[in-house]
């Protein structure tokens, strides 16, 4: 299957232009100073969340901060999920400018690391999906229980503090091109500066008091960005570790039901890597897919369009002959 990164990928197979400018801080290595950035963006908002049962328990969660939490966690999701991956990495809908900036900033806001990083690493993740040169794959150190163990701690989390390895010039040359979408990646710290404030200040101005933007802060940033993170991080793990696996992929990705609603729709993985630019992931009956969905209505407000939505016909004939094998 040929995917828009294989085809951006052998474009600029013949000859790298290393002299384009780097679309995100610190180039094509991670710095010092980035690694401890990130270490700041995953360590703090999940000391959050582990402190989030106790203290629910202790002190509770107002209706005002669990609203916070939910609106900025799909906010973002969505960012993520529409924006990030089904729009700017597989091209699986045209968008009009507008809805492109805002997909692209809402993406930002789930601080999940700058756009066109984003992209490059997706692309070649889809180029040599479970195999070598795969970015995050969990069967990097073989197949046996301790290597998939190792694996998956490295799919999940330990992947990002790996020296970089993706040419962002390389795999989302056609965001680099584009000066608002590099300007918003390279704006990411200040997309996370608004993320983490805006449940706060909206917290603080409600209840008129610094103790109502503290638990505002607490869930509707701390918690959100760590369950998020989690989220997105266990597509590629888990859905690269079990799963149904009902459509024929040339990877190990597979459908994980009980992550569908919490990854707008991503955990339908197995769909996906056998149709990488079908703008719709969970294609079965009763499969939830809050992405699509909300594609469906950008294309009937006219925002979005050009949508690659799939046939029966294109379904069935990724289909497996035999019965759905699971991990």
């Known amino acids: 299957m040929t995917t828009r990164s294989d085809v951006l990928d052998d474009a600029r197979e013949a000859g790298e232009d290393t002299s384009a400018p780097s679309a995100t801080r610190g180039g094509e290595s991670k710095r010092s100073i980035e690694q401890l950035a990130l270490l700041l963006f995953i360590t703090v908002p999940f000391l959050a969340l582990l402190a989030a049962v106790p203290l629910a328990w202790g002190w509770g969660v107002s209706w005002l901060d669990l609203g916070l939490m939910v609106f900025m966690y799909y906010l973002g999701c969505h960012g993520i999920t529409i924006g990030f991956h089904r729009y700017f990495t597989h091209g699986s809908f045209k968008a009009k400018r507008p809805l492109r900036i805002a997909l692209a900033v809402m993406g930002s806001m789930a601080v999940e690391g700058p756009l066109v990083r984003w992209v490059a690493d997706h692309r070649k993740h889809h180029k040599f999906s479970d195999a070598e040169g795969d970015p995050h794959s969990p069967w990097r150190f073989g197949e046996t229980l301790p290597a998939l163990m190792k694996g998956l701690w490295w799919a999940h989390i330990a992947w990002m503090f790996d020296e970089e390895q993706t040419s962002q010039e390389k795999y989302a040359p056609d965001l680099i091109k584009d000066p608002a979408l590099r300007r918003v990646s390279r704006d990411f710290v200040y997309w996370t500066i608004l993320s983490l404030a805006i449940p706060p200040l909206v917290g603080g101005l409600v209840t008129m008091s610094w103790w109502g933007a503290f638990t505002a802060f607490f869930w509707g940033s701390l918690v959100r960005v760590a369950l998020l993170h989690h989220v997105t991080w266990s597509i590629n793990s888990i859905c690269h570790a079990v799963g149904k696996r009902p459509f024929k992929s040339r990877d190990k990705s597979g459908n994980v039901w009980w992550l569908a609603v919490l990854s707008c729709g991503e955990s339908w993985h197995n769909l996906h890597h056998a149709d990488p630019t079908s703008a719709r992931h ?15 209505w950008f294309e009937k407000a006219g925002w979005a369009y050009d ?21």
């Open 307 to 327: 949508v690659r939505w799939p046939s029966a016909d294109r379904i069935d004939s990724r289909r497996k002959s035999e019965p759905s094998e699971a991990a």
């Open 282 to 296: 969970g294609v079965m009956r009763g499969q939830i897919d809050s992405s699509a969905r909300l594609i469906r």
